[in-house]
């Protein structure tokens, strides 16, 4: 029983990252899902390979629990920033 609950920790703690691009023009109305992924490497990979950072718009990633996503979820990444923008351009 006790190898079932750890099994059961193990899922529900299990963080996901969240890939969306927004034009910058239009903020928050215009949020588009483009992925979920197991790591923040991965969704940055999938940006750069996607060619997903142009002009007009930017870049997101959010980390949250699994089971919990509205609550916990917390910004990681944005090309508003400019060490971030870097990583995409490069």
């Known amino acids: 029983m006790k190898q079932k609950i750890d099994l059961y920790q193990e899922v529900t ?3 996901i ?4 691009t927004t034009d910058i ?3 928050t109305a215009s949020l588009n899902l483009e992925g979920v992924f197991s790591s923040k490497e ?5 940006a750069k390979k996607a060619n997903l950072l142009h002009q007009d ?3 997101l990633i959010y980390q949250g629990e ?3 996503y509205e609550l ?3 910004k990681k990444f944005s090309t ?3 060490k971030d923008r870097i990583l995409l351009a490069a």
């Not at 990252?17 to 969306?20: H, K, V």
């Open 57 to 59: 718009n930017q870049v």
């Open 72 to 74: 916990s979820e917390q």
């Open 66 to 68: 699994l089971d919990n």
């Open 13 to 15: 703690n299990k963080m």
């Open 17 to 20: 990252y969240t890939l969306w």
């Open 42 to 46: 991965n969704a940055i990979n999938y």
């Open 80 to 82: 508003e920033f400019d």
């Open 25 to 27: 023009w239009l903020s």
